[in-house]
């Protein structure tokens, strides 16, 4: 191993003979779930050890071989991480909970997928499969880590759920949501805190709306795919603008703090 760790790139590499699916992005995923913690230099990129692919290694065959969800994973790593004696050995047990392989695997395998490709920095943000997963309130709760009362609070201030009945099931997108208000949940804000950025995302489609009604009104295949990459566009060039804008002003904050 190299001084001062292997990239990510290089642990790409050195999975990729066994887990042909691996990607850079499912790595990056597994850490923003706390599976893997691999140490950051000074200017942000990140650097493995030889444990941190040993880690890598024991979570895939998990997944792959025994279909564990990463609720599951997560327990047991947490368990050789304690030194717990009646933890697992470094080859993951199979799930046992009565819940039949293939159903764990089924459902784990597209909760993983959809979250991983919301990691991608090349996914279009119209093609994302959110109509492939469709989860109940307990399934949900247990994707997210959010509590019943956290989900119906956001499902209240417009978050998630935008059918608006109780007992719809959840979506991609829902998911999506959630898994980030959770986040910012921890840091301190509440739902309602949140309804801003659902007033936000509705001015913006108003103002999108206005741009490409013309091209959907023609009704036709090769407007409705014109229409489709100017959406992706806009939403591209105004995340930037956003992001730019608010760099500015933190910055000018804290300086000025």
């Known amino acids: 191993m190299a001084a001062d760790g292997f990239t990510i790139g290089e642990v790409l590499n050195q999975l990729k003979e066994d887990f042909e699916d ?20 000074e200017s942000g990129y990140r650097k493995f050890t030889e444990d941190d692919v040993d880690r890598l290694r024991f979570i895939l065959t998990a997944q792959r071989d025994h279909y564990l969800p990463l609720k599951v994973i997560r327990e047991q790593l947490e368990r050789l991480d304690a030194g717990d004696p009646s933890g697992p ?10 819940v039949p392989a293939v159903q764990t695997q089924d459902r784990s395998a597209q909760v993983a997928k959809l979250l991983e490709s919301a990691l991608a920095d090349d996914v279009s943000l119209l093609e994302q499969p959110a109509e492939h997963v469709q989860l109940t309130l307990r399934e949900f709760c247990e994707a997210t880590g959010l509590d019943a009362g956290e989900v119906r609070s956001l499902r209240d201030y417009g978050i998630i759920g935008d059918s608006g009945e109780d007992g719809a099931p959840f979506d991609g997108d829902d998911l999506l949501a959630a898994r980030a208000a959770r986040d910012l949940l921890h840091l301190g804000l509440e739902p309602r805190h949140l309804r801003m950025y659902r007033q936000f995302v509705d001015r913006e489609l108003a103002l999108f709306e206005q741009l490409v009604t013309p091209l959907l009104r023609q009704r036709n295949p090769e407007a409705r795919r014109q229409a489709t990459r100017q959406l992706d566009k806009l939403a591209t060039l105004t995340d930037r603008m956003k992001r ?6 933190l910055r000018s904050y804290v300086h000025g703090a």
């Open 22 to 41: 691996i990607t850079i992005s499912k790595i990056r995923f597994l850490e923003s779930e706390g599976l893997i913690y691999p140490d950051r230099t």
């Open 89 to 98: 050995s470094r080859q993951p047990a199979p799930a046992g909970n009565g």
């Open 244 to 249: 730019s804008l608010l760099a500015r002003a």
